[in-house]
């Protein structure tokens, strides 16, 4: 290997960051995190931080039209020079073997132009259109952070045959069980909040339960004695490993802390970009791993649906895990390095 393994990193939401560190803690000494907000949070693993790409744009949302060959590339913006001149520079001065890329068209395509081999990490989602399809032509591989019965059957059979399937990209580890009746509440930090008072409402009509809500939660007029509100926490690997019940969005982070963890799971996904979230909670359920809403339900509903969750066969959820991804990708990535 001619230099350290580069690991971009997207800065939405917190999976893509989770499942970089799982990767790099694997092989110490390999791999280089580039991304933006890296500072403090990425433990002993070497890291570029990068200027932010989302401000300033001017254009109103940036992206130049679905048919180019890029997703985000807005006129004038000091960010994204700043970006790429960080980026080429590091390339140039480093010189990778290799190059992984979760997830950027843009940042694929640049990697590629500094004649540098890239690995692209494909996610949940539709993503036949024409950006990602050059992305995906241009990588000496894909890596999907899944399990391949979690891919959409309608992915191309070329993309398919050139994706290696790594379940298991995740920090998260089963533990025993100390607190099986907790229901817990995981908002992520890639979109919007939960209602503070939905879930009050939730653990008002369920006295019995124990509930916590732990990640970004709005204001609560009333808490009741049954739920606790933490705020954003960096443990909530443990607390979704000894909690009876999961309640959270599809993002990447959560779902594969989920499936690690082996918890029952009420998913309710968010709008994505191509629709990630709704095609891997279809796919959660189409398998019989969670329990799919399409919003919070009603205060009166959730007895049932927590029985429910209760009552799911966990070996469906289980099965999509492989223990020892992190390794097995880190491994992956050192060979096609050399």
């Not at 990602?132 to 890596?143: G, K």
């Not at 290696?164 to 817990?184: E, Q």
């Not at 939905?198 to 049954?226: K, M, S, Y």
């Not at 309640?247 to 309710?268: E, K, M, Q, S």
């Amino acid at each position: 290997m001619s230099g350290p393994i580069g690991y971009y990193v997207h800065h939405q939401g917190d999976g893509h960051r989770q499942r970089a560190l799982a990767i790099a803690k694997a092989a110490p000494g390999y791999f280089t995190l580039l991304g933006t907000g890296l500072t403090g949070r990425t433990e002993d693993i070497p890291y570029l931080d990068l200027a932010g790409d989302d401000a300033g744009c001017s254009h109103p949302d940036g992206r130049i039209g679905i048919g180019t060959s890029l997703h985000y590339a807005p006129h004038d913006h000091d960010g994204i020079r700043q970006r790429v001149a960080a980026i080429s520079e590091w390339i140039f001065r480093e010189k990778p073997g290799l190059f992984v890329v979760d997830v950027s068209v843009e940042v694929a395509m640049l990697a590629r132009l500094t004649s540098t081999p890239m690995v692209y990490v494909r996610l949940s989602g539709s993503r036949a259109d024409p950006p990602h399809l050059d992305a995906f032509r241009a990588a000496v591989a894909i890596i999907a952070p899944f399990h391949r019965d979690l891919d959409d059957p309608d992915v191309a059979d070329w993309v398919r045959d050139k994706t290696i399937y790594l379940p298991g990209l995740s920090r998260a580890r089963r533990h025993p069980v100390s607190s099986g009746n907790t229901i817990l509440v995981v908002g992520g930090r890639g979109g919007s909040p939960f209602e503070g008072d939905d879930i009050a409402a939730a653990a008002i009509a369920t006295p019995e339960e124990t509930w916590r809500a732990i990640g970004p939660v709005t204001a609560l007029q009333h808490v009741p004695p049954n739920l606790s509100i933490a705020g954003w926490i960096e443990t909530a690997d443990e607390e979704i490993a000894n909690s009876g019940v999961v309640i959270g969005h599809a993002g990447d982070g959560l779902v594969n802390a989920v499936i690690a963890t082996g918890r029952p799971f009420i998913c309710l996904p968010q709008p994505r970009p191509f629709d990630e979230q709704t095609l891997k909670a279809k796919r959660l359920e189409a398998l019989s791993a969670a329990i799919i809403l399409e919003a919070w339900p009603p205060a009166a509903a959730w007895p049932g649906l927590l029985r429910r969750a209760r009552n799911l066969n966990l070996s469906a959820l289980r099965r999509l895990h492989d223990p020892h991804g992190a390794a097995r990708a880190a491994e992956l990535l050192k060979s096609l390095a050399t």
